[in-house]
């Protein structure tokens, strides 16, 4: 097992993951970091037009590992 953290940002406001997670293996990260968006993006109305949610994801290490993110564009046809 290894410790990976999932940092959150919403439309550029970062919140660092303090605690971190063990996961087995790096499929494991992927899908945590797939898991943990699809529940943010539940969570969350856009604000205004655009919004960007990302988890970025790093090792003990600080390394940058993957980064996931959903970008939310809202166009009203009148």
């Given at each position: 097992?290894?410790?990976?953290?999932?940092d959150?940002?919403?439309?550029?406001?970062a919140?660092?993951?303090e605690v971190?997670t063990d996961?087995?293996?790096?499929?494991?990260?992927?899908?945590?970091?797939?898991?943990?968006l699809?529940?943010?993006?539940?969570?969350?109305?856009p604000?205004?037009?655009?919004?960007?949610?990302?988890?970025n994801?790093?090792d003990?290490k600080?390394?940058q590992?993957?980064?996931?993110?959903?970008t939310?564009?809202?166009?009203?046809d009148?």
């Open positions: 097992m290894a410790l990976y953290f999932f959150f940002s919403d439309n550029g406001v919140q660092p993951d971190g996961l087995s293996s790096f499929d494991a990260v992927k899908r945590e970091a797939v898991s943990a699809v529940d943010a993006v539940k969570e969350v109305l604000d205004g037009s655009h919004r960007e949610l990302s988890f994801v790093r003990e600080g390394r590992l993957l980064r996931v993110a959903m939310f564009h809202i166009q009203i009148s």
